[in-house]
């Protein structure tokens, strides 16, 4: 049978900012544990982890610089899920999304011939580089070798977002509502929980948190693939993925994890497990035409189907958890 949610949790404030209730959660786990003989995690005889990709104010919170229509509903599915299966739920992982005013995708480190910095949303092409559109304000050089790198991949062009995420602003953290699910997961469960900070080389994106769009700039190595935390995923049977964006950073996690399970040990990509009704894509910006590199719902829904094609289980939060 399900569990019910804990007595401090409210779905109509899963959207809004406050200051998380860190005594009533821990005096709430403590009862709730004893109330209904929830186990440690470490008597799991099948070790089941959640895996929370970048549920954070910037993009889960409304007025948020970088906030993702649909991600207040995401995220109360996603709390009535995790508090229904607490005791199923071995480990809690999280990605932090961390950022600093001066980075390649921020506004502060362009500006054009006028010397203003470009518009959130605005598309920045190697050749608009090259041309003399852009100007980089600091790193010329590997700035124009960054967009190269990232056009070659194949996976997506350089686009300037708003400040977002910024290290020790508000945007930075989870939403309070996760954050407390988070904490009462830890008392009642006995364990703790696993978070993973991404994004902070001012020379390239990190839309996923296994590894950073180009690891190479100019010879500059700016990133590596997150050998430590797929070490860690992969310690547990099942693995459920949430969390914002499914176009963006939940897509690029996801590949990145298929991809090297197809290396390494393809039966493995059946743990993975994508709860598709707990994530929602960035809107497509408006353009006419609009790029196919920039119809971001499209990329999203192709992305699922090709992880389902390749292995991965797409679920949804009603889904009950069989053991």
């Known amino acids: 049978m399900p569990l019910p949610p804990p007595r401090f949790h409210d779905d109509a404030r899963v959207g809004q900012l406050y200051l998380e209730r860190v005594a009533e959660v821990s005096e709430e786990a403590y009862r709730y544990a004893a109330e209904h003989r929830v186990r440690p995690a470490s008597k799991d005889a099948l070790r089941i982890a959640a895996f929370g990709i970048d549920v954070q104010v910037a993009f889960c919170t409304p007025g948020a610089s970088l906030f993702v229509p649909g991600a207040v509903e995401d995220t109360q599915r996603t709390l009535r899920w995790l508090y229904a299966h607490l005791d199923r739920l071995t480990g809690l992982v999280f990605?932090?999304?961390?950022?600093?005013?001066?980075?390649?995708?921020?506004?502060?480190?362009?500006?054009?011939?006028?010397?203003?910095?470009?518009?959130?949303?605005?598309?920045?092409?190697?050749?608009?580089?090259?041309?003399?559109?852009?100007?980089?304000?600091?790193?010329?050089?590997?700035?124009?070798?960054?967009?190269?790198?990232?056009?070659?991949?194949?996976?997506?062009?350089?686009?300037?977002?708003?400040?977002?995420?910024?290290?020790?602003?508000?945007s930075h953290a989870l939403v309070p509502a996760m954050y407390e699910a988070s904490l009462f997961h830890a008392l009642v469960r006995d364990t703790p929980t696993h978070f993973e900070l991404k994004g902070e080389h001012p020379l390239t994106e990190n839309y996923s948190v296994?590894?950073?769009?180009?690891?190479?700039?100019?010879?500059?190595?700016?990133?590596?693939?997150?050998a430590r935390l797929m070490e860690h995923?992969?310690?547990?049977?099942?693995?459920?993925?949430?969390?914002?964006?499914?176009?963006?950073?939940?897509?690029?996690?996801?590949?990145?994890?298929?991809?090297?399970?197809?290396?390494?040990?393809?039966?493995?990509?059946q743990r993975i497990h994508i709860l598709e009704d707990a994530m929602s894509p960035v809107p497509a910006p408006p353009l006419q035409p609009l790029p196919a590199a920039l119809d971001f719902p499209r990329l999203a829904k192709e992305a699922l189907a090709g992880f389902r094609a390749a292995g991965m289980q797409v679920v949804k939060t009603t889904d009950p958890i069989l053991l």
């Open 233 to 269: 995923l992969m310690s547990f049977d099942r693995v459920y993925v949430f969390g914002q964006a499914s176009s963006h950073c939940v897509l690029s996690t996801l590949r990145d994890l298929q991809q090297y399970l197809e290396r390494t040990d393809k039966s493995k990509l």
């Open 95 to 170: 990605s932090l999304d961390t950022h600093r005013a001066f980075q390649i995708f921020h506004p502060g480190w362009w500006k054009d011939a006028e010397g203003r910095p470009p518009a959130p949303m605005t598309v920045i092409t190697a050749k608009d580089v090259r041309d003399g559109r852009w100007r980089a304000t600091r790193h010329p050089e590997e700035s124009l070798a960054y967009c190269e790198g990232l056009e070659a991949s194949g996976r997506y062009v350089l686009t300037i977002w708003p400040y977002h995420a910024l290290l020790g602003g508000q």
């Open 210 to 226: 296994m590894a950073p769009e180009v690891t190479e700039v100019k010879g500059q190595r700016v990133g590596e693939f997150n």
